[in-house]
């Protein structure tokens, strides 16, 4: 009569390492006793969501500031769902956001480390040595049902209003005799390995989760499958042979898998491996009409972190968005510590929120707003020109085209204690100052401005072209203002807004009306930065050659 090691024998015949040879390949990490190992482990399904870049930040956090090891191990054991290449493009966006593993998968031809390969799809071997382990021990075994029988079972569980799955009584093959399992396979018969289960969905299982505290979970019965029939694992026994030979200690990952934890636990016990900790972290969540969902990849652009990408968002904004998401003081702390590195923060995890983060994109641009502002120039120039070279060429080109007057204009009102914050993210920069740019300002159509229908067309055209010849470069702001004021006044306008309101009847205007035209004649435009830069950096020749053009049409 045949036995569990011949089935095993029939399986796997070349499968000669055990689990023993794969604990000394893979040692346990020399690290000290509070350094966190931490993993991303996406699928290589198509682009980065913003809760996976989420996740990840966290799990590399924690690594980080413990002085442990972050790697990426790629799942691509779904191959229906796999977009060819996407591996290799979610470790470039991560780049992006400085989050660099420090061993892993890089690209399907490149990884760095020594617990590798960290690739699933070629840790074949590695699964199959674990699976014949659990045949020999009785702990898994063939099962031949076709997609059929099980829809067929569903219904009849569901009819039946039972439990739905593969377990105990509904598992068919779970006691078939093994020398007809080997009679079966060597008919050539289709199958999959399931691994069979000694719990019983009555029983209760106690488990503590780094985030959400002590929990009392169902325990698991299912025989779930564990080898598929295009011979890969599935995830929940891929991901828990890789994260004990990975060496990982703590596995960060959505609160999604909580449910699933049950049989990842079973697993981990059958096994002998020492459980690693969890941490299930939140999902992030949007509110919608009042009701609140999780950030969908078909509803919302803000699911992908692209879109904040060629939005040029800030990768710092972004990043300290995220982290106020993932610990509720961090806002406070950094509110205190302006100077420092975000990662001087102590990210912990029971500062995380228990039930989803609601995602606000208002305050992703808030955050940026205010790191942006205080930026040096010359560190901004140097993100903006990336971003522009990636997402708007024609911004780039222009500012390649003079790189100190780009500098000059992002120093507009930035240099002082409180610079203005009106730039949330870096395509908020060129529509505000593309003036500037002679070939934008002289394709703006002058016969259309906004002038002030209060105005005599006569007076406006009489100050701005005698105003050029009164500009004196070397004057600071305030006394800048006042040879403005005191210009008008040559004109018939008061010299401020408050005199004018008193005296209408002997004053045409006020200083506000000259700057006004100023303005409109010199960008095109009623709103624009501070009129004061727009001269100094225009210079005399500029302002007097945009004067002339704007008059010929007055
Ligand atoms: N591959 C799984 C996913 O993309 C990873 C879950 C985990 O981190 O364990 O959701």
Known sequence: MANNIDLANLIFPNINLTIEDLEKRYPKRDLPMDALVTRFAPSPTGFLHTGSLFTCLV?????????????????????????????????????????????????DDKEIGLYGPYKQSDRKEIYEIVIKHLIEIGRAYPCFCSSIELAELRKMQEEAKEIPGYY??????????????????????????????????????????????????????????????DGLPTYHFAHLVDDHFMRTNVVTRGEEWLSSLPIHLELFDTLGFERPRYAHLPVIMKTEDGIRRKLSKRKDPEAAVSFFLEQGYPKYGFIEYLLTIANSNYEAWRNENLDKDFYDFKLSFDKMSLDGALFDIAKVANISK?????????????????????????FYNKIISDEDKFIKILN?????????????????????????????????????LEWNPLMDKKDIKDILLNYPKTIDLSLDEENWFNSLKEYGKNYGFAADKKEWKANKEIYKGHSGDIAEMLRIALTGRKNSPNLYYVIQILGIPEVEKRIKTVCENL
């Open 59 to 107: 799990s590399s956090f924690f690594a980080k500031q413990t002085n442990g090891v972050f790697y990426i191990r790629l799942e691509d054991t779904d191959t229906k769902r796999e977009i060819e290449g996407s591996g290799a493009s979610l470790v470039e966006q991560l780049s992006i956001f400085d989050i660099i593993p420090d061993e892993g998968y890089i690209s």
């Open 168 to 229: 105990g009584k509904y598992a068919k093959y779970r006691d078939f005799p093994v020398d007809k399992a080997i009679e079966k396979i060597k008919n050539g018969d289709p199958y999959i390995i399931r691994f069979k289960s000694l719990g019983d969905h009555n029983n209760k299982i106690f488990f503590h989760d780094e985030i959400k505290g002590d929990l009392e979970l169902t325990q698991n019965d299912q025989d779930i499958v564990i080898l598929k029939s």
């Open 370 to 394: 205010e790191r942006m502002a205080y930026k040096k120039a010359e560190d901004l120039l140097i993100e903006v020109k990336s971003w522009a070279k990636v997402y708007d060429l024609d």
């Open 412 to 448: 507009i009102d930035r240099q002082k204690e409180k610079p203005r914050k009106d730039y949330a993210k870096y395509s908020d920069i060129y529509p505000v100052i593309s003036f500037f740019y002679d070939e934008n300002y002289y394709s703006i159509d002058k016969t259309n």
